[in-house]
T-cell receptor
Framework: GAVVSQHPSWVICKSGTSVKIECRSL??????MFWYRQFPKQSLMLMAT?????????EQGVEKDKFLINHASLTLSTLTVTSAHPEDSSFYIC????????????FGPGTRLTVL | GNSVTQMEGPVTLSEEAFLTINCTYT??????LFWYVQYPGEGLQLLLK?????DKGSNKGFEATYRKETTSFHLEKGSVQVSDSAVYFC????????????FGQGTTLQVKP
């Protein structure tokens, strides 16, 4: 199957700093990438939908100025957590969708963010 | 709207026991249905899928049948192993092909030797 990578796999930062997480589709072009947030022992919460070359669409309750998403190419989307605080600590997962008839999303391995 | 409901966990089984994790859905149109598995500290892996009614998805001994009449997609495995311990998510994509997945809340499976 298709491969999606995330970088970094984990990051620890101080409160007030910004953190950038990259999501790459390695062997296919992703028309759409999704960013999820997952709290311990909970399901995935969709944060935003990112389409190449256009502004991301954020889910209700997600602060667009806090979580900046850039989808610069068909293989790369980035999520920047700006001025991170301890409550932003979470597991962030991206997925890539090629828009084929299979309707399949391919998930990255996730990034564990810990804000001290 | 679209939604997915899974049975609450955790489900604890002994090795070689039979597994069923129930999943029902509400959707407009004809969604595609998926089961994903998440091992501790990792992202999601697609386990199996079905794209139309009566399709059976299968992989690694797991099976699920798309039942339109009961709006269900229950996950089954005849004989679980300790290595199957993980969180299982049922999900759907609506027929609009937007790619937006709707997840169930996840069911934790613990298999004891």
């Amino acid at each position: 199957g298709a491969v999606v990578s995330q970088h970094p796999s984990w990051v620890i930062c101080k409160s007030g700093t910004s953190v950038k997480i990259e999501c790459r589709s390695l062997d296919f072009q992703a028309t759409t990438m999704f960013w999820y947030r997952q709290f311990p022992k909970q399901s995935l919460m969709l944060m935003a939908t990112s389409n190449e070359g256009s502004k991301a669409t954020y889910e209700q309750g997600v602060e667009k100025d806090k979580f900046l998403i850039n989808h610069a190419s068909l293989t790369l989307s980035t999520l920047t957590v700006t001025s991170a605080h301890p409550e932003d600590s979470s597991f962030y997962i991206c997925s890539a969708f090629s828009g084929t008839a299979n309707n399949e999303q391919f998930f990255g391995p996730g990034t564990r963010l810990t804000v001290l | 709207g679209n939604s997915v409901t899974q049975m609450e966990g955790p489900v604890t089984l002994s090795e070689e026991a039979f597994l069923t994790i129930n999943c029902t859905y509400t959707a407009t149109g004809y969604p595609s249905l998926f089961w994903y598995v998440q091992y501790p500290g990792e992202g999601l892996q697609l386990l199996l899928k079905a794209t139309k009614a009566d399709d059976k998805g299968s992989n690694k001994g797991f099976e699920a049948t798309y039942r339109k009449e009961t709006t269900s997609f229950h996950l089954e495995k005849g004989s679980v192993q300790v290595s199957d311990s993980a969180v299982y998510f049922c999900a759907l994509i609506n027929s609009g092909n937007t790619g937006k997945l709707i997840f169930g809340q996840g069911t934790t499976l613990q298999v004891k030797p």
